[in-house]
């Protein structure tokens, strides 16, 4: 079992920044994926980025694309995500998720989800 907590996220206006963390615990931290995905209400869960076990291969959906960063720091055993210039569109429900060594896009390839973080950008 991988337990996932959440943090940051909140009310910010459009231009701003906002970093949410995900802390991880119950097996090697070093040895997952890490993705986030964000839902917005009446949509589906959608991609957002994802980090290799090694930190080193990232990929980023087109919307979030130069504005968001995603990293980790395996000795705190958390991945962050920073997300600057923040527009309207990002606000949603933010997740974070692990599975094994390579990242994906796909939301049903990871194996343990956080409990959500919401994010409001105000226009």
């Known amino acids: 079992q991988v337990q996932l907590v959440q943090s940051g996220g909140g009310l910010v206006q459009a231009g701003g920044s906002l970093r949410l963390s995900c802390a991880t615990s119950g097996r090697t931290f070093g040895n997952y994926a890490m993705g986030w995905f964000r839902q917005a209400p009446g949509k589906e869960r959608e991609f957002v980025t994802t980090?290799?076990?090694?930190?080193?291969?990232?990929y980023y959906a087109d919307s979030v694309k130069g504005r968001f960063t995603i990293s980790r720091d395996n000795a705190k055993n958390t991945v962050y995500l920073q997300m600057n210039s923040l527009k309207p569109e990002d606000t949603a429900v933010y997740y974070c998720?692990?599975?094994?060594?390579?990242?994906?896009?796909?939301?049903?390839?990871?194996?343990?989800w956080g409990q959500g973080t919401q994010v409001t950008v105000s226009s």
């Open positions: 998720a692990v599975r094994p060594l390579y990242g994906s896009t796909r939301s049903y390839d990871y194996d343990y």
């Open positions: 980090l290799d076990w090694s930190g080193g291969s990232t």
